[in-house]
């Protein structure tokens, strides 16, 4: 057996991605370990969806450089986006680095490991779904499935379309056999990954059937999924949240502005009023539905206008969280030439602006919630409150609770005794 060491950066597709590589890798005669100088491969598996993430990972690459020194043998390399977006560039900026594999080039890696010399293998596969390859999941009640890969969409800001290449669909008896497999294994919860999830389709099987069809296996009882695209959002899809209980009341909607003028340079395909159509939309087929999103700000030409317009679109959803950016120019995106008309200090005080309205938003609407009983699904220990459990409630929200006897995988009635912005806390009645 060799040694495989992983770090991964970004998103959950990579989280995903990271337990197939190590599915992968497992058959082709590696174990995983947790020591990076116990290591034979050293991988980094990483994000290009801003600057900030592609030099934190380079920091780390000059950081683990040093276990090179010591053992010249280990293989050291990236996967993932930003290997794609830097390709051979990284020979300079990183000359060090052994391998550099693009996320449709793992079905290779063992192979290419196994002949030792240094290698780039960044090809774009149009069908490449690694439907076929088991991933090596962590344990839990929660499993992450990707159900396509790529991105169609081309918003102006994002490199996902250049890296991760064109959409494309798991076949949906491969979804299913994978939901029952992690049933069988003790899962209680699936969560379906994808750039833009609910574009998910496999001829007649769309989004919303593929839900409907999932909703049907036993043993899963909670059905999450991340990220769905607004323009996606069809009647079928709707329907279906509608329809299948175990489809929980949580949707991560991603906005980027509320402004019409930004949400058109940014080739979103919707304008704020179509969104907001949307979120009323989604609320009527799941009541008492927690939303999240994505919001960036300083994208190239946001006047204090715009902005007002995220602002105020903020205030009138009520997202339950958010995650909030300053615009990051990525090489190879039609926006990236484009000059940049905000500051970064002006970009810092709108996120600031943002988060302070968001953090107020969060602790609002969970304080609200005090007094209330949900069907909390058990994770485990919470970490910090040592015998209290920690779970999540169907909206997802983070909850600490005390209850005897319970264990993880069970689902317990826990009223809210107190919240913050980021978590419940509460006792099983
Ligand atoms: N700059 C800042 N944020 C970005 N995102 C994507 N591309 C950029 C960029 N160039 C954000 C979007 C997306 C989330 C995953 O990352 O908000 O929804
Ligand atoms: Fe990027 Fe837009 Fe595709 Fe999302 S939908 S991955 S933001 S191009």
């Not at 947790?34 to 990972?57: F, G, Q, S, W």
């Not at 069907?375 to 169907?394: F, I, M, N, Q």
Request: aromatic share 8%.
């Amino acid at each position: 057996m060799r040694a495989v060491y992983v770090e991964t950066y970004g998103c959950q597709m990579n989280v995903a991605d990271t337990e197939l590589l190590l599915g992968h890798l497992g058959r082709g005669g590696y174990a995983r370990t947790d020591d990076p100088a116990a290591a034979d491969v050293i991988l980094l598996n990483t994000c290009a969806i801003r600057e900030r993430a592609e030099e934190r990972v380079l920091g780390r690459l000059g950081e683990l450089q040093h276990h090179k020194a010591r053992r010249p043998e280990i293989q050291l390399g990236l996967a993932g986006c930003m290997a794609q977006h830097l390709r051979d560039k990284l020979t300079t900026r990183a000359p060090f680095v052994d391998f550099v594999v693009g996320p449709d080039s793992y079905r290779r890696l063992p192979e290419m490991l196994a002949q030792g010399d240094a290698f780039v293998d960044v090809r774009l596969g149009r069908d490449e779904t690694y439907a076929d390859i088991a991933p090596a999941r962590a344990a839990g009640v929660r499993a992450w499935l990707s159900i396509m890969r790529g991105c169609d969409k081309f918003c102006t800001f994002c490199v996902v379309p250049y890296v991760r290449g064109r959409e494309r669909s798991l076949p949906a008896n491969a979804v299913l056999d994978q939901v029952r497999a992690v049933a069988a294994n003790g899962y209680r919860e699936v969560v379906f990954l994808g750039q833009t999830v609910n574009a998910y389709r496999d001829g007649e099987v769309d989004f919303g059937e593929l839900l409907r069809r999932t909703a049907a296996i036993d043993g899963i009882v909670r059905i999450r999924f991340t990220s769905p695209h607004p323009a996606d959002m069809t009647e079928s899809v709707i329907a279906a949240l509608a329809e299948c209980k175990k489809v929980c009341p949580q949707i991560h909607l991603p906005l980027q502005s509320g402004s019409d003028t930004v949400l058109a340079r940014m080739e979103r395909g919707y304008t704020r009023d179509e969104y907001l159509r949307l979120v009323e939309r989604l609320r009527a087929a799941k009541p008492g539905l927690a939303l999240s999103t994505d919001i960036i700000v300083g994208f190239p030409g946001e006047s204090d206008a715009d902005f007002e317009a995220t602002h105020e679109l903020m205030r009138t959803v009520r997202y339950d969280s958010a995650f909030m950016f300053k615009y990051s120019p990525r090489e190879h995106t039609k926006s990236f030439g484009w000059p940049e008309t905000v500051s970064d200090a002006e970009k810092g005080q709108r996120l600031q602006a943002i988060i302070a309205l968001q953090e107020q938003t969060s602790t609002a609407i969970n304080r609200a919630l005090v007094g209330a009983t949900f069907d909390v699904l058990v994770e485990g220990p919470a970490r910090r409150s040592p015998g209290w459990l920690a779970g999540k409630t169907p909206h997802f929200k983070t909850t600490v609770f005390s209850a005897d006897g319970a264990q993880a995988g069970d689902t317990v009635a826990v009223r809210v005794t107190s919240a913050n912005g980021h978590t419940l806390v509460g006792e099983s009645v």
